[in-house]
């Protein structure tokens, strides 16, 4: 199985950054800040293309541990380098940054290109900025006089748009790219599954390449849970917890809340409730870290009218998969009752994905659109009302939350066998009515087909897996 399913465009970006490198000036260095959820692969990604470039690279990984032990630790990986002149830094052991930077810049070759990657490092950022205002200065001064492309890797994706931001010492210093999971078009081609069992697969793994590898080719969803199942360290159980404990390791308070959220709890009241009572206030500085961290999304009704019924989910699909199914199941796993769990899966599966899909469903009509049957969406959201009397799954805009113009609405039904037919078009007119008088187009996405006329556009699994093309 090949380890990079669908990174090829990753690579062509950094294959890139390091031809503009070799290309030469008077300031030939280029810097790339590469951010993504833990797991998704970013370490290995940048590792695989250091490794076939051919170039000298250096590979440092931050601990956090201390700014000690995060110096030896670059003496220890420059000594394993494939740079030149890598013992430099080891026979050095320079005590701060600005010392560590000096020594890095002679070890670099002048006469050709090389690669330093820098992996974690909002480990090594704090509030003063002291940091990054090193590495600002060594850029400036000497790093960025040699042929090199500097990678710095983090998975902190506040932190690492904070580091390019304006008014830090690092603004504008280096190209952000942004490194998701797998897309459900790339999961589908890596295990080998037809369209529907895709979005499936996408959904229990989120798209992260160490679970999808323990993915038998050609398996289907039930048989890789009973396997995983009965492994309590597989990377199915065991990703979360890790990401988590590395994520939130002082907040105790902030996991309740997102284990809240990701039981199945939207609204603020629910929350709270389910959260043990939390007042107010906490709740709002437990939420406040949720979604600066991009662990949970915060959501407004997409309409022409402002509203205030805000809704959350957690963002990443395996995370919501493991919060509702694993994680209270952890237990029973590892007392050898992974059937247990199972079942409940089984139980719950098509109500819990029925509603976990949608957020897929939405970006995948994003990308494909404009096409035949409707025009350019810059926004894809939903609309609930207060009392969720009224609640439609797909909603087109101009922009959101607050939108000028409405473009079409739509409903998504994603269950076996059961296509999207006249009682929920029905259904999903009435809706249109109370959110707008204007006769917007109607859209279906059903994962059985349609049964009924009265359609302006359906799209099934396979269509939408046309939104992430190879």
């Known amino acids: 199985m090949s380890d990079f399913v669908g990174r090829t465009r990753e690579l062509r970006i950094l294959d890139s950054e390091l031809r ?77 940054w600005d010392a560590a930077f000096d ?19 909002p480990y090594l950022m704090d509030e003063a900025g002291a940091f990054e205002g090193m590495l600002q200065r060594a850029w400036d001064r000497v790093l960025q006089t040699k042929p ?19 008014g830090r010492p690092f ?19 890596m295990l080998g599954l037809e369209p529907a069992a895709a979005f499936d697969a996408a959904l229990v793994t989120g798209g992260l390449p160490l679970i999808c590898a323990e993915w038998p080719h050609g398996a289907g969803l039930w048989d890789f849970l009973s396997d995983a199942l009965n492994d309590p360290v597989t990377a199915l159980l065991v990703s979360a917890e890790r990401s988590l404990a590395a994520e939130f390791p002082q907040q105790a308070q902030a996991r309740t809340v997102l284990s809240a959220i990701g039981s199945g709890e939207r ?66 796993v590892e007392r050898g009752r992974g059937d247990l769990t199972l079942n409940r899966v089984r139980e719950n599966w098509t109500s819990w994905r029925g509603r976990a899909v949608e957020p897929l469903v939405r970006e995948a009509l994003g990308r494909l659109l404009p096409d035949t049957a409707l025009p350019p969406a ?57 959110l707008t008088p204007d006769p917007l187009p109607l859209v279906a996405v059903s994962r059985s087909g349609t049964d009924c006329t009265g359609l302006d556009a359906s799209y099934g699994p396979a269509e939408l897996l046309a939104a992430w093309p190879a």
């Open 20 to 96: 503009r490198v070799a290309a030469g000036g008077e300031r030939p260095g280029r810097c790339l800040l590469l951010r993504g959820r833990r797991r998704v692969g970013k370490s290995r990604l940048v590792e695989r293309f250091a490794e076939r470039s051919g170039a000298p690279f250096l590979f440092y990984a931050a601990t956090g541990a201390s700014p000690r032990a995060d110096l030896e630790r670059l003496a220890q990986d420059a000594r394993s380098s494939s740079l030149p002149e890598g013992n430099l830094l080891a026979a050095a052991r320079p005590e701060n």
């Open 103 to 121: 020594v890095l810049a002679a070890a670099l070759p002048h006469d050709r290109t090389s690669v330093v990657v820098m992996d974690e490092v």
């Open 148 to 166: 090199v492309l500097l990678v710095l890797i983090g998975s902190d994706l506040s932190m690492m748009e904070a580091l390019n931001s304006y």
């Open 171 to 189: 603004h504008q210093r280096g190209r952000e790219m942004v490194l998701g999971p797998l897309s459900p078009a790339e999961v589908g081609g």
């Open 267 to 332: 609204t603020f009241a629910n929350i709270a409730r389910a959260a043990g009572g939390i007042g107010a206030t906490p709740l709002q500085r437990s939420l406040r870290i949720l979604t600066g961290k991009r662990v949970v999304s915060a959501e407004l009704p997409l309409s022409t009218r402002p509203s205030k019924n805000r809704r959350y989910r957690v963002a990443d699909p395996y995370l919501r998969f493991w919060l509702r199914f694993l994680g209270p199941a952890m237990g029973e």
């Open 378 to 434: 810059p926004a894809v959201g939903g609309y609930w009302t207060r009392t969720n009397d009224v609640e439609i799954d797909l909603v087109g805009a101009d922009r959101a939350p607050l939108a000028e113009k409405l473009l079409f609405v739509g409903s998504v039904k994603w269950l076996e066998n059961s296509p999207f037919d006249r009682h929920d078009l029905a259904a999903l007119q009435r809706h249109r009515a109370a």
